[in-house]
């Protein structure tokens, strides 16, 4: 990597990508790596990130900086892993597809060597999913995350501060600048991480719709482009599907509740459209190894016939400490004890369930947090018992809340009402998967 030259003019760079210039990778480093060193104050930056934002970068620029991003601190050395592949999803409400597809893909003989994040706002995260099975640690050394993934096929850790340490700066900057939704720093933001994780391969599920971060059709697909683009210039093997967002994954959103429905998905016996995703982009990362499509969804979908996707998420939570018990028994889940219902106000079809308002009970009810670090509870959340397009009677439940001792129920039922919605036709059906970016 070069190293950047103090005799360089930051406000010459600013002004630079103000006018409409391309950065050079040189460039690049000297404002990102300077910044992350401390040399470069954040007044700079931000005005340099509002040139970008205004601006934007070219493919080639975003790469650059991409790249920049995940050499600025710890990169993962997965070389003497067998059929590596990664898996990331933009951020949804009930997407517990992490928990299903990553115990399918060791099943099928790759390899899961995975950083995972925590929940924030009205997103759940892997990594608060799985601490609802006492003793399951998201904290190992590098050694033993390297060994579990040879030997079991799957290891899953919570995000390293040293795994491309730039990104986590320019995000808080980003944060109060409001340069937040600016195309090629989330995708730079993103593909830094996974670049730097160290994975071959790369399946991005990419949601679009209430519920998600990119609300329309266009704007996931330029996201999708942006980051398979990155992951081609950097030599990865990287492919994104787009999947609708604007009703709640499966039935379940909620730390436990979530856990819950993955394991009826991995016992066969999961919601179809949850199921469906899971193969849909497992048979993704088989493709990207030369398998043809037909032959990768037959063997991901036995995967979760024959027991082996199972047989291996238990090896999972038993290698990380979890009680694998949990795994044999979901009954032992903490469920919080109160419910409630949200019911039809009337006959006729359900028409929506906003996926947002579902995440934002959720939250409401004490299931994820606000601010990064706040204590949550696992056992809070909600359940959809109809999709749009189910027939519903008046007065019949097509949601249930489960809370504990009525906190935050009022604000979670306000939510759920005002997002349900009922009508005296049948709406038409909406496909899941809404596209595919190889």
């Given at each position: 990597?070069?190293?950047?030259?103090?005799?360089?003019?930051?406000?010459?760079?600013?002004r630079?990508?103000?006018?409409?210039?391309?950065?050079?990778?040189?460039?690049?480093?000297?404002?990102?790596?300077?910044?992350?060193?401390?040399?470069?104050?954040?007044?700079?930056?931000?005005?340099?990130?509002?040139?970008?934002?205004?601006?934007?970068?070219?493919?080639?620029?975003?790469?650059?900086?991409?790249?920049?991003?995940?050499?600025?601190?710890?990169?993962?050395?997965?070389?003497?892993?067998?059929?590596?592949?990664?898996?990331?999803?933009?951020?949804?409400?009930?997407?517990?597809?992490?928990?299903?597809?990553?115990?399918?893909?060791?099943?099928?003989?790759?390899?899961?060597?995975?950083?995972?994040?925590?929940?924030?706002?009205?997103?759940?995260?892997?990594?608060?999913?799985?601490?609802?099975?006492?003793g399951?640690?998201?904290?190992?050394e590098?050694?033993?995350?390297?060994?579990?993934?040879?030997?079991?096929?799957?290891?899953?850790?919570?995000?390293?501060?040293?795994?491309?340490?730039?990104?986590?700066?320019?995000?808080?900057?980003?944060?109060?600048?409001?340069?937040?939704?600016?195309l090629p720093?989330?995708?730079?933001?993103?593909?830094?991480?996974?670049?730097?994780?160290?994975?071959?391969?790369?399946?991005?599920?990419?949601?679009?719709?209430?519920?998600?971060?990119?609300?329309?059709?266009?704007?996931?697909?330029?996201?999708?482009?942006?980051?398979?683009?990155?992951?081609?210039?950097?030599?990865?093997?990287?492919?994104?599907?787009?999947?609708?967002?604007?009703?709640?994954?499966?039935?379940?959103?909620?730390?436990?509740?979530?856990v819950?429905?993955?394991?009826?998905?991995?016992r066969?016996?999961?919601?179809?459209?949850?199921?469906?995703l899971?193969?849909?982009?497992?048979?993704?990362?088989?493709?990207?190894?030369?398998?043809?499509?037909?032959?990768?969804?037959?063997?991901?979908?036995q995967?979760?016939?024959?027991?082996?996707?199972?047989?291996?998420?238990?090896?999972?939570?038993?290698?990380?400490?979890?009680?694998?018990?949990?795994?044999?028994?979901?009954?032992?889940?903490?469920?919080?004890?109160?419910?409630?219902?949200?019911?039809?106000?009337?006959?006729?079809?359900?028409?929506?369930?906003?996926?947002?308002g579902?995440?934002?009970?959720?939250?409401?009810?004490?299931?994820?947090?606000?601010r990064?670090?706040?204590?949550?509870?696992?056992?809070v959340?909600?359940?959809?018992?109809?999709?749009?397009?189910?027939?519903?009677?008046?007065?019949?439940?097509?949601?249930?809340?489960y809370?504990r001792?009525?906190?935050?129920?009022?604000?979670?039922?306000?939510l759920?009402?005002?997002?349900?919605?009922?009508?005296?036709?049948?709406?038409?059906?909406?496909?899941?998967?809404?596209?595919?970016?190889?």
């Amino acid at each position: 990597m070069t190293t950047p030259s103090p005799a360089v003019n930051i406000p010459d760079l600013i002004r630079k990508k103000r006018d409409g210039g391309e950065h050079t990778r040189a460039e690049l480093e000297t404002l990102v790596l300077g910044y992350t060193r401390g040399e470069v104050p954040d007044y700079q930056i931000s005005a340099w990130l509002m040139a970008v934002f205004l601006r934007g970068m070219t493919p080639q620029e975003t790469a650059d900086l991409t790249l920049v991003m995940a050499g600025s601190g710890d990169e993962m050395n997965l070389g003497d892993l067998p059929r590596t592949v990664d898996k990331h999803s933009t951020g949804g409400v009930g997407d517990k597809t992490s928990l299903i597809l990553t115990p399918m893909l060791s099943a099928l003989g790759l390899t899961v060597a995975k950083m995972s994040g925590r929940g924030l706002a009205h997103t759940g995260g892997t990594i608060d999913k799985l601490e609802s099975i006492p003793g399951w640690t998201p904290e190992l050394e590098e050694d033993r995350f390297l060994a579990q993934a040879r030997e079991i096929g799957l290891s899953l850790v919570g995000q390293s501060k040293d795994l491309a340490p730039a990104d986590g700066k320019l995000y808080a900057l980003r944060d109060v600048t409001g340069t937040v939704d600016c195309l090629p720093l989330i995708a730079s933001s993103i593909m830094s991480k996974k670049l730097a994780s160290g994975a071959h391969t790369v399946v991005l599920d990419v949601k679009v719709g209430a519920g998600a971060f990119m609300r329309t059709l266009d704007d996931g697909r330029g996201l999708a482009r942006a980051m398979v683009d990155i992951g081609t210039r950097a030599g990865r093997q990287v492919r994104a599907v787009l999947t609708d967002m604007d009703t709640p994954l499966g039935h379940m959103a909620g730390n436990s509740l979530e856990v819950l429905e993955a394991l009826d998905t991995l016992r066969g016996e999961g919601p179809e459209d949850l199921t469906d995703l899971c193969v849909s982009l497992a048979a993704e990362a088989l493709s990207a190894y030369g398998e043809d499509e037909q032959s990768a969804r037959a063997r991901a979908a036995q995967t979760l016939q024959d027991g082996s996707a199972l047989a291996k998420f238990r090896a999972f939570v038993a290698a990380q400490g979890g009680d694998p018990t949990f795994v044999d028994d979901p009954a032992k889940f903490d469920v919080a004890p109160g419910r409630a219902e949200i019911t039809a106000p009337a006959a006729g079809f359900v028409q929506s369930i906003d996926a947002l308002g579902v995440g934002r009970a959720v939250l409401a009810l004490g299931g994820g947090r606000e601010r990064k670090g706040e204590a949550i509870d696992h056992g809070v959340g909600v359940e959809v018992l109809k999709k749009p397009g189910d027939a519903v009677q008046a007065g019949e439940t097509v949601i249930r809340v489960y809370h504990r001792d009525g906190r935050g129920l009022d604000v979670a039922r306000g939510l759920l009402e005002a997002g349900l919605s009922v009508g005296a036709q049948a709406p038409q059906a909406q496909p899941l998967i809404l596209d595919r970016v190889n």
